[in-house]
């Protein structure tokens, strides 16, 4: 698979709770695009189960420059990597004193008796004798660097924030001075505001002219969110292959300004977040079907407090009549999911609470209380601001949780544009 | 890695955009899942990017009895999955006039002119010659399944929505009566209060008594929450390996009867939903530093309307004076994260919203805020009922994510056993 011009990866995750799904493996992404913003290429990811023979087998078939090993290294018994590493390389283990006063200073520090460090905990300093320890502050369980016919392998432990810092700390410095690896240009341009589908046939023109090889681009979907992935490997003039991308990206913000958020890793809580810290604003929410998950993306972002100043979940109509002052009348009239009371929810929240802008949520999450006239997926949502209140009426497909994270999106989407072209 | 007795699969993901970690590859998860509950055991999965050589020598190389291929089918230039299969088995495209019938009906229930389906869509409907199409109830790309050299091959979207569909609605009972695979008896013991390495501590001398091969354990951590999954393949006789598994269960809930919170797909905020639902009770809640997210697991479950009332983010102090009636002079004395303030938020949200239940959080979830008396992860947890308040001080190491999602599985917990225990 590899070029002699690029360096490329490919990632082991071990652990049964993979294969039989208990445990999403968010690791080998995080891994993916780190790799990828140093400029090599991951170029395979296999999850294997806790078998010292299909382990094996594993190790023998790797393609890639680098393999990066995630899980099967902690106290418990089902741990079985670091043994067949031994095996793997025909090595021993040896007890590393550093990692072993690591682990004794690890344990001090979390206020924990000396005398409570069991031998299932020192044996984690036992390393295979070929290795290069890297350092895992955040954790028992060491990370193993190994060079072996030209190819270098990283044996880590699956918990992501332990593995995380391994490789933030040490091993993505590690990988770039051993490799020294070419440039990857991308650009990744987030839109909101169109499907998949639709957002093609409007760009379809424009995608006609990237030309066949010269860059790849990709769809990258998720609820609410399309990105948009140009791609091109620079192994000669990383200068022109940036030009080249840049030029495509100009065109394409000509073309669709008011769906393009953002780029990269920004998400738009995070787009929000700032144009309001920009304005010197604060926000404020009401949600009934969304259930606090506007609340949490919001407030995922640090320091969001500087411009977040609070909510209101109103799952019940007493709580919308109370906290948020929406007349009985309306409800009985128009019922909770609706236009008035959508709009009047986020003038109440922004009253209750003074800030400068408030969304409010109101809808049918599922997969009970569709009716014919509102079925499942009917929300409106209402950004109110200082020009006053806007809504919309959205029909989300999709399960519980789709119908809670595309209303969420609605609402941060709408509110951006508000501050955006509002004035 | 197959035995004869048992039916293995293996995923193979493809999308650049789960190689560079732009998406995490949930699918591979769920679909392990599902199969583990037919007794198919997944084996291997597989992720590689959209390119025509690498899907082509994984197709080569498979080696298990099911293999489920999901990712590039969709109405985008970046899909070539479909061609490569069609290489693969050397057969050719054909349009099938059902599949075709089933993009028109798809659009015209979205209210789309059918003048808007662009031939890139009827193409969707373009199958390989000898694949038996699988109905994709919820999008455009239909499910194709092959019968192949003995095995049973079935490529679907990538999409998770649109998998999920067609293999609960189609796919596994086609699997099911295809191979009447073997038993797997499994159960997954859901333990919270105590991190992994504790746990194993407390039951190491149950776990010695599990042997060497009867049956296998597995530690499955996640924040907040231990799993522990005992498993053993049932080849010969079912009954006497589920009384096995159960006899050795029924252990390990007398050892830690007050850390059992459930089994299986059980969620701690399903389990407390069920509490409060039994004994026709109300829950509010009121939440600083995990910002909505508790609220958002509460809410996460279908029906939770029928006791959770509502919450108040208190992100700002104001939101925590003028809607929980927290006095000033409490927030001076002891600052926003503290005793007496997360008690007061309680037990204010509970008279507020006129709840029989109420959780408080506040606490500094980080990066930054952090001091030398209060530093990051420092949260403290109230509980008020019917008997009064409880509350309770945690320190949560990781990041922000990860002190959030602590902090309130810690709150679930401590309702938990009030709900329990409390009279």
């Not at 420059?65 to 089902?78: A, C, Q, S």
């Amino acid at each position: 698979m590899a070029e002699k011009t690029e360096v490329t990866a490919e990632i082991i995750s071990i652990g049964d709770e993979l294969l039989i799904g208990q445990t999403i493996n968010t690791n080998a992404a995080w891994l993916g695009e780190q790799l990828g913003l140093i400029g090599i290429r991951p170029v395979r990811t296999r999850v294997i189960g806790d078998d010292k023979v299909v382990i094996m087998e594993a190790l023998r078939t790797c393609v890639a420059d680098v393999v990066l090993i995630t899980g099967g290294l902690g106290p418990t018994k089902d741990d079985i990597t670091k043994h067949t590493l031994c095996e793997f390389f025909s090595v021993g283990l040896k007890r590393d004193q550093q990692v072993e006063r690591h682990i004794e200073a690890l344990f001090a520090s979390m206020g924990r008796d000396p005398k409570t460090l069991q031998e299932v905990n020192r044996a984690q300093a036992d390393l295979p004798e070929n290795c290069t320890p890297v350092p895992n502050s955040r954790g028992t369980a060491s990370g193993m660097w190994f060079e072996h016919n030209g190819r270098i392998m990283l044996s880590m432990p699956g918990v992501p924030y332990e593995m995380k810092g391994i490789m933030t700390e040490f091993a993505l410095a590690m990988l770039r001075d051993h490799f020294k690896p070419p440039v990857i240009v991308h650009r990744t341009i987030l839109t909101a505001g169109l499907g998949e589908s639709l957002l093609a046939e409007r760009i379809a023109a424009w995608e006609d002219g990237l030309g066949p090889h010269a860059i790849k681009l990709a769809y990258l979907p998720s609820p609410g969110v399309v990105k948009l992935r140009l791609s091109t490997y620079a192994n000669t003039d990383a200068q022109a292959a940036k030009a080249l991308v840049d030029r495509k990206a100009d065109m394409l913000y000509k073309q669709i300004p008011e769906l393009i958020f953002g780029e990269g890793e920004q998400t738009l809580e995070q787009v929000v977040g700032q144009q309001l810290k920009t304005r010197n604003q604060t926000l404020a929410l009401a949600e009934s079907c969304t259930g606090g998950f506007l609340s949490h993306l919001i407030t995922s972002v640090p320091g969001s407090s500087a411009y977040y100043i609070g909510g209101v979940v109103s799952y019940a109509n007493a709580v919308k009549m109370e906290e948020l002052g929406i007349p009985s009348d309306m409800l009985d009239m128009n019922g909770a999911v609706s236009q008035p009371v959508a709009e009047r929810m986020a003038q109440g929240v922004r009253t209750a609470l003074r800030s400068d802008w408030a969304i409010a949520t109101t809808g049918i999450a599922g997969p009970d209380g569709g009716t014919p006239d509102k079925p499942v997926g009917t929300v409106w949502v209402a950004v109110a601001g200082p020009n006053g209140v806007v809504s919309r009426l959205g029909n989300f497909p999709g399960t519980r949780d789709l119908v809670i994270e595309r209303a969420a999106m609605s609402g941060l989407n709408m509110l951006r544009k508000q501050l955006a072209w509002a004035h």
